[in-house]
């Protein structure tokens, strides 16, 4: 099954900003909403930015995600040790009537 | 609070069945699609199946067709997934999953396709 594009890693300094993107198609980003995930190590997955640019009560404004064309962005703004996780995008596909996932990226706090 | 709860996982020969239950509570099971998704060892996020808040609609991936169906019980507030033919690729943590849902003014919903609330996850294990 065909996934959505993301580096495999990230890295930054404390109080650095980082991004992290998420290429797709016409079919799936192009037509969609892009959603964004946290996920630390050993636990489950968790929303960070829904509908490609919104963020759920409790996360804070340092992460924020955008959306252009066939791609998605998270962006993540005064990097902190605990930010130290797995991120994944995702995308509906409108061809496959399926979820699409992003490889996912491990973010490294150095 | 929002809650979703998974059980039902365990060690399964390959060809065997199993059967995964996901407890929702905190919302308004009745109004809200579902997900399950599945992360093997070591490995990103995979999707497996989407079902409608009513049930009218059931969608699944590729590599799961045939094999598993997704199902609920609004009643129990309850969704489940029937793992026939299980194979030892079938091996991940199985996590359900909430379909991003608002409720518009005049009481009726808008459903987009994203996930937004999670369960912790169950464990199923593959092996001969």
């Known amino acids: 099954q065909s996934v959505l594009t993301q580096p495999p890693s990230a890295s930054g300094t404390p109080g650095q900003r980082v991004t992290i993107s998420c290429s797709g198609r016409?079919?799936?980003?192009?037509?969609?909403?892009v959603y964004w995930y946290q996920q630390l190590p050993g636990t489950a997955p968790k929303l960070l930015i829904y509908r490609s640019n919104q963020r759920p009560s409790g996360v804070p404004d340092r992460f924020s995600g955008s959306k252009s064309g066939t791609s998605g962005s998270l962006a993540i703004s005064g990097l902190r040790s605990e930010d130290e996780a797995d991120y994944y995008c995702?995308?509906?596909?409108?061809?496959?009537?399926?979820?699409?996932f992003g490889g996912g990226t491990k973010l490294t706090v150095l | 609070q929002v809650q979703l709860v998974e059980s039902g996982g365990g060690v399964v020969q390959p060809g065997r069945s199993l059967r995964l239950s996901c407890a929702a509570s905190?919302?308004?099971?009745?109004?809200?699609?579902m997900y399950w998704v599945r992360q093997a060892p070591g490995k990103g996020l995979d999707w497996v199946a989407l079902i409608w808040y009513d049930g009218s609609n059931k969608y699944y991936a590729d590599s799961v067709k045939g094999r598993f169906t997704i199902s609920r019980d609004n009643s129990k507030n309850t969704l489940y997934l029937q793992m026939n033919s299980l194979r030892v690729e079938d091996t991940a943590v199985y996590f359900c999953?909430?379909?991003?849902?608002?409720?518009?003014?005049?009481?009726?919903?808008?459903?987009?396709?994203?996930?937004?609330?999670w369960g912790q996850g169950t464990t199923v294990t593959v092996s001969s």
């Open positions: 016409s079919s799936n980003i192009g037509s969609n909403n």
């Open positions: 905190g919302f308004t099971f009745s109004s809200y699609g």
């Open positions: 995702a995308a509906w596909d409108d061809g496959l009537s399926g979820v699409l």
């Open positions: 999953a909430r379909k991003d849902t608002v409720m518009l003014s005049t009481g009726s919903y808008y459903h987009y396709y994203g996930m937004d609330v």
